[in-house]
Nanobody, 115 residues
Framework: QVQLVESGGGLVQAGGSLRLSCSASRSIFSINSMGWYRQAPGKQREWVAT???????MYSDSVKGRFTISRDIAKNTVSLEMNSLKPEDTAVYYC?????????WGQGTQVAVSS
């Protein structure tokens, strides 16, 4: 089992920045990968970024170059630094962890970008 708690969402103007954090209930070295997904109103949940146990990072094309995923091993935390935010980035952002056969989700944090 992995419990995930997100924080850091909020309202920001277009072009601004936000930093999301996800705290895991166990060592992130015991988790195969962690990532972020988002779901905008009326749309399906979409993948945003992933960091693997080896530290390899991957991004969706829509956020590449603007978002950065990172981890703090000592704090069992994964963060998502979001820069140059656009109104289309507005969504509920969910932290995800994959460990063995399990797929775990946080409760989500709202990000709203005004134009």
């Amino acid at each position: 089992q992995v419990q995930l708690v997100e924080s850091g969402g909020g309202l920001v103007q277009a072009g601004g920045s936000l930093r999301l954090s996800c705290s895991a209930s166990r060592s992130i070295f015991s988790i195969n990968s962690m990532g972020w997904y988002r779901q905008a109103p009326g749309k399906q949940r979409e993948w945003v970024a992933t960091i693997t146990i080896g530290g390899y990072t991957m991004y969706s094309d829509s956020v590449k170059g603007r978002f950065t995923i990172s981890r703090d091993i000592a704090k069992n935390t994964v963060s998502l630094e979001m820069n140059s935010l656009k109104p289309e980035d507005t969504a509920v952002y969910y932290c995800n962890a994959v460990r063995n056969a399990g797929n775990y989700w946080g409760q989500g944090t709202q990000v709203a970008v005004s134009s």
